[in-house]
């Protein structure tokens, strides 16, 4: 069975509210551009193997194009499929959650509601498994708050999952997924300064192999990149990303994601893998 992942096609994409520090200043957003870098993400993870799911976008939601952060998606041995609504900061973004836990209901997936009260939680910007799914880690700080992480860990911790919570530091690196990508159960790529000192060394501590994105390249989405059968699909490259791919075992495909990132989101945003 290929992986499954879902995405949602770019129709109603556009940059209105600032959000992160990517979205200040005036951003026109090339449509037709937009579109063939949706498309060009679609094939490239096609190529790679993966089966293509889409939710439809839905009007007034111009942020519905990244799947990753409205639900959390797991699997639980004898919960099966599951998943945790998010609460997300931005009201803007607050109505794209519904949409996404009907197309995941519908689907067969458990709904785990956690509690959030006033926190945030926001899906896979900030909570990304370890590639056995033997704990997760989870940023907190700019979107997800420390006590909407820990209520998400009491949660977890009934389905006797580990959550590792990661204080985040830098505003450009405002979600755990531009600064932490899992490349294997061994190697992961952070950006160091996206992180407070002791989440920093937990980090180095549970890590075999730690690889180092420079300021440049995280703050140009190097680190939020998908990994899918022995690829990794990034929006850029540099020699020094490309020599740690290759140490990894890992080939390099670019695909551009320019529209996007003016948004504050690259390729990782833009999916969520499906158990
Ligand atoms: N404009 C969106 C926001 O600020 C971008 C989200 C990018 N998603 C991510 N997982 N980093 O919410």
Not at 55 to 64: C, F, L, R, S, V
Not at 65 to 79: D, I
Request: proline share 7%; charged share 20%; with cysteine.
């Amino acid at each position: 069975m290929p992986t499954q992942v879902l995405l949602c096609p770019p129709t109603h994409f556009d940059v209105i509210d600032q959000k992160n520090p990517y979205m200040v200043g005036k951003h026109s957003i090339d449509r037709t551009k937009a579109r063939q870098q949706w498309q060009a993400l679609c094939s490239a993870l096609q190529d790679a193997g993966c089966q293509v799911e889409t939710i439809a976008p839905a009007p007034g939601h111009e942020d519905m194009v990244f799947a990753a952060n409205q639900v959390f998606v797991g699997f639980h041995k004898s919960l099966g499929k599951f998943i945790v609504p998010s609460r997300m900061l931005h009201p803007s973004r607050q109505g794209e959650v519904p949409f996404y836990v009907d197309w995941y209901r519908g689907r067969g997936f458990k709904i785990v509601e956690v509690d959030l009260g006033d926190d945030y939680l926001e899906g896979h910007g900030d909570l990304l498994w370890h590639p056995d799914c033997s704990r997760i880690y989870a940023g907190y700080g700019f979107r997800s708050t420390k006590i909407g992480v820990e209520k998400f860990s009491r949660a977890m911790s009934k389905l006797e999952i580990p959550v590792i919570p990661l204080h985040l530091v830098d505003p450009y690196c405002y979600h755990l997924d531009t600064c932490f990508c899992p490349l294997s159960n061994a190697a992961v790529l952070i950006y160091p300064g996206a992180y407070a000192p002791e989440s920093l060394a937990a980090l180095r501590s549970l890590w075999e192999r730690v690889h180092e994105l420079t300021t440049d390249e995280a703050h140009k989405f190097m680190g939020n990149g998908i990994v899918a059968n022995g690829r990794y699909l990034t929006p850029h490259i540099t020699p020094h990303l490309d020599s740690i791919l290759r140490q990894e075992g890992l080939a390099p495909v670019i695909v551009e994601s320019s529209e996007f990132e003016k948004s504050g989101g690259s390729l990782f945003c833009m999916k969520a893998f499906l158990p």
